[in-house]
């Protein structure tokens, strides 16, 4: 290494200038080149596959691709879905488990009483009246815990979303126990 250094010194000044103005230009070239891949790597992130909680863009595409499947991945979606599914599927997640080989999403819910159980539970099922889609639930005293997956088309759909978010509504203006 020591040579090296020795012969730039040897070169003429206007060289070493020359020298000196190209990897400033290559840095800030390589540099720029890669804030544009970032940041769309970041942005498609973001819209797509981001959770809600803990959102991260990653600085390197090794994470990126790692945190990309996971969340692609993770979940079997039903066939024919619109697009934002992955995305509005990964929000429910940090309340919500996967069930069913990853099918479904199952949730405990804890109220203060029975009866607040039961309005809950009598509000949900006018809603699977509306959207011809049912759960599979189970009530004990003051606690529901229910599972949305879809037969046909197999998988989690956009109906199980749609359910699991009007849960959560429903849940939250009724009053959850703690
Ligand atoms: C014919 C009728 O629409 C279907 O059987 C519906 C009824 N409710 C349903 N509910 C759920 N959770 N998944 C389904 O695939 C489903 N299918």
Redesign the pocket.
């Known amino acids: 290494m020591t040579h090296l250094k020795h012969l730039s010194q040897a070169l003429p000044l206007h060289s070493q200038a020359d020298q000196c103005w190209r990897r400033t230009r290559l840095t800030s070239a390589v540099a720029f080149h890669l804030r544009i891949r970032l940041g769309r790597r970041c942005a498609a992130w973001s819209t797509s596959y981001a959770p809600s909680k803990g959102v991260k863009c990653f600085s390197t595409s090794q994470a990126y691709r790692s945190a990309d499947k996971t969340n692609a991945i993770d979940i079997a979606f039903s066939s024919g879905q619109p697009a934002e599914l992955p995305h509005r599927a990964s929000k429910l997640l940090h309340v919500w488990q996967l069930s069913n080989a990853k099918k479904g999403v199952t949730r405990q819910y804890t109220f203060t009483s029975f009866s607040k159980a039961w309005r809950f539970m009598t509000l949900v099922a006018e809603q ?1 009246k509306v959207k ?5 639930w189970h009530n004990l005293y003051n606690k529901v815990t229910i599972e ?5 088309p197999e998988g989690l ?1 956009i ?2 979303v749609e359910m699991a978010e009007f849960c959560d509504r429903t849940a939250n203006e009724i009053g959850l126990k703690g």
Not at 132 to 136: E, I, V
Request: with cysteine; hydrophobic share 5%.
């Open positions: 699977c011809k889609h049912h759960p599979s949305w997956t879809t037969h046909t759909s109906k199980d």
